[in-house]
């Protein structure tokens, strides 16, 4: 055996919030493309973002306000979640990516 070929990553990127917060950065660099998928309740705004460094961060993409999948190209080396304009409820983010 000369080595291992990764397949997919599966990621929590928040696995619940009650206030304005920044999920955990998740490495995606051996990745290209993704879904976010976000499950709860909540009346807040969920935003994506992207980071070459692990330290500056960029929005991209619309504001997710509802549950469901979003599909990702990812064009960045992290990825994180920033919930922000919190107002009640609470929702876990889900990530899963492949080459």
Known sequence: MTGFEVTHLQATLIASFSANTNG?????????????????????NIQLQGSNDGTNWVSFGAAITTAGFTELDLYYAHIRVNVNTYVGGTAAVYLTAKP
């Open 24 to 44: 955990v950065g998740q490495d995606v660099s051996d990745f290209k493309y993704g879904s976010v998928q976000v499950v709860g309740t909540f009346n807040a």
